[in-house]
């Protein structure tokens, strides 16, 4: 059985017990997007993106689209993200504005109302007036857990703000808005430049915050340990939450520490015991680049 994982998820996987559940649920991951997700990806209006700053910095955005925005060719070699304010966007959402081609993505598509995701990661190879061409390197779905549903539709009005604001220490409205996220998406990285972007969804209140820093409980998950593997052997991430009722993201950057042996009180990590602490070094706020209404469906029947 080939093993596509790294040194530092082999070892997650080993800790935690479920290395050979890795080594089958890792079968999915493809060198291009399966024809049977073509369809899905053409229906999608946002996605998660994570990149690597050249400092280092890690980042992750949520861009969205018309649908349709996103494609790929006939062998799903590649993948397209075409937006009609590609140009404001650079400016708008950043550090969208300082990607060159050759920088590694880490993409997450995420339909939320129906709990169905597609991660497709690999190297920018081509950027344009109309948005950005990405050579695939992995693709692969991803089970429905944890994912709060809501249905969405594209906003006739404008931006209520093109306003982005800037900072290090998290003020209270801003850990007011985490502390009630029931969703974000977290971007994650290998020394070598390969980048991932994950999902993670939970009750209100999931998350701790203690003092400036987020806990963050690791649920049980597809035993492939990208997040956490990539954390091991490269401590930095990049997370974003989306403000649904304002319409705009919270992006932070900063280091984490792993703590998988610290257990739990009434469930906190649905049995896992495994935590993350992220230190936040730096954040922005803007809107995003294209409205959408939000509405809630349901919370995830897996939440802990």
């Known amino acids: 059985m080939s093993d596509p994982f790294h040194s530092g998820e082999q070892e997650i996987q080993e800790r935690t017990g479920e290395r050979h559940k890795a080594l089958l649920n890792g079968r999915m991951i493809a060198g291009h997007i399966p024809l ?31 649908q349709g925005f996103a494609s790929t060719d006939e062998s799903g070699a590649t993948l397209s993200l075409d937006f009609d304010n590609a140009a404001a966007l650079r400016h708008h959402v950043p550090p969208v504005g300082e990607m060159r081609a050759g920088d590694q993505l880490g993409v997450l598509f995420i339909e939320l109302a129906t709990r169905r995701r597609l991660r497709v990661n690999g190297p920018i190879s081509e950027l344009s007036s109309h948005g950005l061409r990405l050579t695939v390197a992995e693709a692969f779905p991803n089970c429905p857990k944890y994912i709060q549903r809501r249905e969405t539709n594209p906003q006739t009005a404008p931006l209520a703000s093109t306003d982005i604001e800037h900072g290090e220490n998290l003020n209270d409205e801003l850990a007011a808005l985490i502390a009630a996220a029931d969703t974000f998406f977290v971007a994650s990285a290998h020394p070598d430049g390969r980048v991932d972007t994950s999902h993670r969804g939970g009750k209100p209140g999931f998350m701790k915050l203690q003092n400036a ?27 974003v939450f989306v403000d649904f009722q304002s319409n705009r993201q919270l992006q932070l950057t900063g280091d984490v520490r792993l703590d998988l042996g610290a257990g739990e009180r009434a469930g906190e990590t649905g049995g896992t015991g495994r935590w993350w602490v992220f230190s936040p070094r730096r954040w922005i706020v803007s809107s995003l680049n294209r409205s959408l209404d939000w509405t809630p469906i349901d919370n995830s029947p897996f939440n802990p």
């Open 36 to 66: 049977n997700a073509k369809t899905f990806l053409t229906q999608q209006q946002y996605c998660a993106l994570g990149w690597v700053s050249s400092a280092g910095e890690i980042w992750a955005s949520f861009l969205t689209g018309r």
């Open 213 to 239: 820093d987020l806990r963050i409980p690791d649920y049980p998950g597809n035993s492939m340990f990208g997040t956490l593997g990539n954390f091991l052997v490269n401590p930095r991430a990049g997370l």
